[in-house]
């Protein structure tokens, strides 16, 4: 069954950084886009960034653009998000999820991981 | 950028018809899909391609995509529904999340 793991969470100071990892289970991890999508305490759900299959090509939310580098290892099944230049409005439980991609747009997030929490305060 | 607006809350009766709206111009033109997330859970994936069901989902849940707004609805509503909902589409290859709606069954 498809499972996904992140780690890498925790408290860091204003500024700071941290790199989260999320390791892929059963299923062909290179087959698959995959994204990284975070919410706030008590919030809703906002998209940080998405990475092909190959690792070619990436995108990213306006929020987190020049700060956060997604990337990925196909040979480790694992995908990663550095996050540099954290602010407290980052703090927020950082999901790892699979994108299904179809034809004519038909794209949707089918399996999540249980998320890690990133905490950034002094 | 594109937004997509949803109510913040929603009651329903157990056994009712719940409906859970989705706004953003020109929606229908794009897909939209619906995920539930209950309290201390990760969210999942109710509804794909506008009103596409994933393996394991019951019947109950629907969804429909025209003009401006998309819907969820949830027929015979179950306790067990009692959850936040957020439409999700895309635009111009980047992700957008509703607000997400509260979803009560009283």
């Known amino acids: 069954q498809v499972q996904l793991v992140e780690s890498g969470g925790g408290l860091v100071k204003p500024g700071g950084s941290l790199r989260l990892s999320c390791a892929a289970s059963g299923f062909t991890f290179s087959d698959y886009y995959m994204s990284w999508i975070r919410q706030a305490p008590g919030k809703g759900l906002e998209w940080v960034s998405y990475?092909?299959?190959?690792?070619?090509?990436?995108n990213y939310a306006d929020s987190v653009k020049g700060r956060f580098t997604i990337s990925r290892d196909n040979a480790k099944n694992s995908l990663y998000l550095q996050m540099n230049s954290l602010r407290a409005e980052d703090t927020a439980v950082y999901y790892c999820a699979r994108l299904h991609r179809g034809g004519g747009s038909i794209h949707y997030f089918d399996y999540w991981g249980q998320g890690t929490l990133v905490t950034v305060s002094s | 950028s594109y937004e997509l607006t949803q109510p913040p809350s929603v009651s329903v009766s157990p056994g009712q018809t719940a409906s859970i709206s989705c706004s953003g111009y020109?929606?229908?033109?794009?897909?939209a899909c619906w995920y539930q997330q209950k309290p201390g859970q990760s969210p999942v994936l109710v509804i794909h391609q506008d009103s596409k069901r994933p393996s394991g989902i019951p019947e109950r849940f629907s969804g429909s995509n025209s003009g401006n707004t998309a819907t969820l609805t949830i027929s015979g509503t179950q306790a067990m529904d009692e959850a936040d909902y957020y439409c999700q589409a895309w635009d111009s290859s980047t992700v957008v999340f509703g607000g997400g709606t509260k979803l009560t069954v009283l």
């Open positions: 990475i092909s299959s190959s690792n070619s090509y990436a």
């Open positions: 020109k929606l229908g033109d794009k897909y």
